[in-house]
Nanobody, 119 residues
Framework: HVQLVESGGGSVQAGGSLRLTCEGS????????MGWFRQAPGKQREGVAN???????SYADSVKGRFTISKDNAKNTLYLQMNSLKPEDTAMYYC??????????????WGQGTQVTVS
């Protein structure tokens, strides 16, 4: 059983910053691709950023230059540093992982989400 637990969400004014954290436990493998997704009310879930086993990163165009994804394999922890936040970044943010080292497949492990609200 794998658990992914997100933290760090909250309310912030436009232009502000937040850092999201996702801790993996249980049968979690630090070799998996990991990523962040978000879903705003009335919209489909979308990918925000991911990082593969080799540390290669990919970002949605809407967050490039503002968000940075990183991970600490020793701590089974994934981070998302979000700067210059905009109201359109408001959403529930989900941590996701697996099933491969590369990010070529959709993730099959999900956290419960953490809310980010930008006003």
């Amino acid at each position: 059983h794998v658990q992914l637990v997100e933290s760090g969400g909250g309310s912030v004014q436009a232009g502000g910053s937040l850092r999201l954290t996702c801790e993996g436990s249980g049968s979690f493998h630090s070799t998996w691709c990991m990523g962040w997704f978000r879903q705003a009310p009335g919209k489909q879930r979308e990918g925000v950023a991911n990082i593969d086993f080799d540390g290669r990163t990919s970002y949605a165009d809407s967050v490039k230059g503002r968000f940075t994804i990183s991970k600490d394999n020793a701590k089974n922890t994934l981070y998302l540093q979000m700067n210059s936040l905009k109201p359109e970044d408001t959403a529930m943010y989900y941590c996701a992982a697996g099933p491969l080292r590369s990010c070529s497949a959709l993730p099959n492990k999900w956290g419960q989400g953490t809310q980010v609200t930008v006003s």
